[in-house]
């Protein structure tokens, strides 16, 4: 952008900063240097670089470890994390109080006690 004279309007000076700090993304964004995938891995940019031969792998594997989990709590989650980053931290934080407050409030008894069987064991 800063390059060709082109404001950022797609979000980009506000993301970019948010997942890689404000510091790299001036740098990055101001110097307009680009980065390498082992540059944007470092920076948590991308959360994994792999070559292009084993991409659906990699993709596969991480699907499946998401899909063997509780798909109710996994929908929860992500939407309280994806929710929490629009708010300031201390609001984040209440947000996830209150959704993991009504989730719990969901349980059936059956679940709740078979939720803190699981915590007790990996306790002791």
Same mark, same amino acid.
């Given at each position: 952008?800063?390059?060709?004279? !082109?404001?950022? %309007?797609?979000?980009?000076?506000?993301?970019?900063?948010? !997942?890689?700090?404000?510091?790299?993304?001036?740098?990055? %964004?101001?110097?307009? !240097?680009?980065?390498?995938?082992?540059?944007?891995?470092?920076?948590?940019?991308?959360?994994?670089?792999?070559?292009? %031969?084993?991409?659906?792998?990699?993709?596969?594997?991480?699907?499946?470890?998401?899909?063997?989990?509780?798909?109710?709590?996994?929908?929860?989650?992500?939407?309280?994390?994806?929710?929490?980053? *629009?708010?300031?931290?201390?609001?984040?934080?209440?947000?996830?109080?209150?959704?993991?407050?009504?989730?719990?409030?969901?349980?059936?008894?059956?679940?709740?006690? *078979?939720?803190?069987?699981? !915590?007790?064991?990996?306790?002791?």
């Amino acid at each position: 952008h800063a390059r060709f004279g !082109i404001f950022p %309007s797609w979000g980009l000076s506000q993301k970019l900063s948010r !997942i890689i700090g404000p510091n790299k993304a001036r740098e990055v %964004s101001l110097g307009a !240097i680009p980065l390498t995938a082992e540059q944007a891995e470092k920076l948590g940019f991308v959360n994994h670089v792999v070559e292009g %031969s084993e991409l659906m792998t990699k993709a596969r594997e991480i699907a499946g470890a998401i899909a063997k989990n509780n798909q109710d709590l996994v929908l929860r989650y992500k939407s309280v994390i994806n929710d929490g980053l *629009k708010l300031n931290l201390g609001d984040a934080l209440a947000l996830e109080k209150e959704r993991a407050h009504d989730y719990y409030n969901g349980m059936t008894k059956e679940q709740f006690k *078979k939720m803190q069987e699981f !915590i007790a064991g990996r306790s002791s």
